[in-house]
């Protein structure tokens, strides 16, 4: 599959890089750094490359969406059709501080940034997923924490590119959980507030997993 990453950071970057190991053709683009860029390219392996953000979405058929939430618009300036592609984001709107207070967009703030990409990229498949995890996992040698393997939630309105990312994320070794519609993710984008704030406050950060149990 092709895989094109926009915001090729510590979470962008990660996942790349598990999913190029995977045997996906990923293109790495939107970094502040372009020499960090070709470097993550190079440590990901013979299915990787640069590129620019247009080109990442052009040639691939699902998006990463691995950026900070000012940064949207400037994105979607640069990326040319998003029609018929698959969108995951996992993009965050807090503060850098971690308070969980959120980055105000210029968007209507009861919806869900997943919303909100919808909106931007109305012909596109939106997908809400990784925002209950953090980068470190993500480069560590394995998402395992003891015998317990990590969930994922996720949603969207698209059953069939829902199905793709449930895979994708199964490939980076957690167990993916099908929250329901793409309007969850105002309940997920809350969760993974929470999550962070746990996290920090109980000195776990990032050294913590979330499991779903059920019996």
């Keep these: ?37 070709h ?12 590129g620019t953000p247009e080109v990442a979405v052009a040639e691939s058929d699902v998006i990463v969406l691995a950026v900070w939430a000012p940064s949207l618009e400037e994105v979607f300036r640069t990326t040319g059709s998003l029609d ?6 996992c993009v965050s709107a ?19 940034v ?23 996992i993500i480069a560590s040698d394995s998402r395992q924490f003891g015998d317990d393997r990590p969930s994922i939630f996720y949603c969207g ?14 490939e980076c070794g957690y167990d993916a959980i099908d929250a329901g519609k793409l309007i969850t993710a105002r ?8 999550w962070v704030q746990f996290a920090v406050a109980s000195q776990l950060f990032p050294n913590l997993g979330l499991k779903a149990l059920g019996r």
């Design 157 to 170: 309105d698209d059953a069939d590119a829902k199905a793709i990312v449930a895979g994708l994320i199964s």
């Design 39 to 50: 470097q993550l390219a190079a440590s990901a392996g013979k299915t990787a490359k640069v």
């Design 94 to 112: 807090l503060q850098p501080d971690f308070t969980g207070q959120t980055i105000g967009l210029a968007t209507d703030l009861k919806i869900s």
């Design 1 to 37: 599959m092709n895989i094109g990453i926009i915001g090729s950071g510590n979470m962008g970057g990660g996942l790349g890089k598990i999913w190029a190991k995977a045997g996906h053709q990923i293109i790495f683009s939107y970094s502040r750094d372009e020499s960090k860029l």
């Design 187 to 194: 309940s997920l984008e809350t969760l993974a507030t929470a």
């Design 84 to 89: 018929g592609k698959i969108i995951i984001t």
């Design 114 to 136: 997943a919303e909100t990409i919808q909106q931007l990229a109305p012909k596109a498949k939106v997908v809400e997923a990784f925002n209950t995890t953090f980068a470190e």
